[in-house]
Every structure is written in C-alpha cells, then in structure tokens.
C-alpha cells in the first residue's frame, strides 16, 4: 500500500467522507473513490466497513 492510500484509510477510519479526504489531500472526492478501489482490492474488503477493523 502506498503511502497516500494508507492515510486514506486513517481518513476513512476516522469517519471522514471522500469529499472530506479529497478536501484535506487536495483530490477530487472522485479521485479518493479510485483510491479506495485500489486500498479494497489490495486488502481484499468490499467497502468501506471492511476498513474499520
């Protein structure tokens, strides 16, 4: 996992939205949305709950 992804999983457990990260990171909510297909398939979850363990 890259760097970037992993703080968007912080971001993501910390309860933010992808706007949110996208605000913070300087990305398109969009963009935070490809990233987390990414983080989900390199963890192997299906959503966003799967990042809260």
Same mark, same amino acid.
């Given at each position: 996992?890259? /760097?970037?992804?992993?703080?968007?999983? $912080?971001? +993501?457990?910390?309860? =933010?939205?992808?706007?949110?990260?996208? /605000?913070?990171?300087?990305?398109?909510? $969009?963009? +935070?949305?490809?990233? =987390?297909?990414?983080?989900?398939?390199?963890?192997?979850?299906?959503?966003?709950?799967?990042?809260?363990?």
């Amino acid at each position: 996992m890259t /760097a970037q992804e992993a703080q968007i999983v $912080r971001m +993501v457990r910390e309860g =933010l939205s992808n706007a949110e990260i996208g /605000a913070r990171l300087f990305l398109s909510p $969009r963009t +935070v949305e490809w990233h =987390l297909g990414r983080i989900y398939d390199k963890l192997n979850v299906t959503s966003r709950r799967g990042l809260q363990s």
